[in-house]
């Protein structure tokens, strides 16, 4: 099944890759480097991809660093700042893919049923 651009630019930005436009290029970003295929991602889909981030506000995206530890940027979107009303941190923590770990180490172990299965993708 094709993904349209913003499935394509999600599934990207699940992997920690910051994505910006730099003239008619686009520059892909992330702590450690990116691996060959976020990269063949891009490539194989930078036509549907270079207009979608022409439409959309500039803003860096959530990520997690090389020691575990969740980076909200200041001028990420909105909706990632949970302490002004945007979205619980585990949702913020699921979207990146965060390990076992890292989820309880800023939530605790999940004891819903519900929150179990989406935090496993299962749900």
């Avoid at 890759?17 to 008619?24: E, Q």
């Avoid at 002004?84 to 941190?89: E, H, L, S, T």
């Avoid at 890292?102 to 172990?109: D, Q």
């Amino acid at each position: 099944m094709k993904m349209n651009a913003i499935d394509i630019v999600k599934t990207i930005q699940r992997k920690g890759v910051h994505l910006s436009l730099v003239g008619d290029r686009i520059k892909a970003e992330r702590p450690g480097g990116l691996d060959d295929e976020v990269r063949d991602l891009i490539r194989s889909n930078k036509t549907q991809i270079i207009p979608f981030l022409r439409k959309r506000p500039s803003y860096s995206n959530p990520y997690i660093d090389l020691n575990g530890d969740l980076i909200i940027p200041f001028d990420c979107e909105p909706r990632y700042k949970w302490w002004i009303d945007g979205q619980p941190i585990y949702e913020t923590l699921l979207e990146l893919g965060a390990s076992d770990k890292i989820i309880r180490r800023y939530i605790g172990l999940v004891s819903n049923p519900d929150d179990y299965r989406r935090w496993k993708g299962t749900a």
